[in-house]
């Protein structure tokens, strides 16, 4: 008698183990990949949240140039403006400390003193109007804050490497 032996058509099977996880090496890619992330994410985001809040700072000083181009359009002949003389008054504000009106109608100046921006030093942004005969003002903004985190509008024309 002659036995055969048939092989099975089915394959043979190991136990199947449950997954413990993730590897260390995996965990330590993983919090690589993450701290490079926040190493190039977090100074632009710092820079965006300064740029945010300084730009909300000439936001709130659109009252003023306002007050001082209503009071220059009826004189532009008065110097000595102030915030008194143009009609205007500022209560500090969560990132604007101060907004003064200085010099006169022929060439109004405004300087906003911010606060609480994050910057390495609050920066402070100075509005020089220029009064032209058809009553229009024209204001150029300038800063002490570097141009990076300084909302486009207030940047100066210097060049950037």
């Known amino acids: 008698m002659h ?8 394959p043979v099977t190991r136990p199947h183990r449950p997954s413990n996880g993730f590897t260390l ?12 992330i926040l190493t190039l994410a ?18 709130v000083s659109a009252a003023a140039k306002t007050a001082v181009a209503a009071t220059c359009l009826e004189d532009p002949a008065l110097t000595g403006l102030d915030n008194d ?20 109608c022929q060439a109004p100046v405004i ?5 609480n921006t994050g910057a390495a030093i609050d920066p ?15 204001w150029v903004c300038a800063s002490d804050a570097p141009n990076f985190q300084l909302p486009a509008t207030c940047r100066s024309p210097a060049a950037t490497p």
Not at 3 to 10: A, D, Q
Not at 42 to 59: C, D
Not at 111 to 115: A, E, L, R, Y
């Open 124 to 138: 402070q942004i100075t509005l020089t109007g220029t009064f032209t005969a058809g009553g229009v003002i024209t």
């Open 111 to 115: 300087t906003i003193t911010t606060q």
């Open 42 to 59: 977090l100074p632009v985001y710092t820079n965006y949240t300064i740029r945010a809040k300084i730009g909300e700072a000439l936001s």
């Open 3 to 10: 036995l055969k032996y048939r092989r099975s058509s089915h």
């Open 85 to 104: 003389r143009a009609g205007y008054s500022f209560s500090a504000s969560t990132w604007v400390q101060s907004i003064t009106v200085s010099d006169d």
């Open 25 to 36: 090496i995996e965990l330590m890619i993983v919090i690589a990949v993450v701290a490079i």
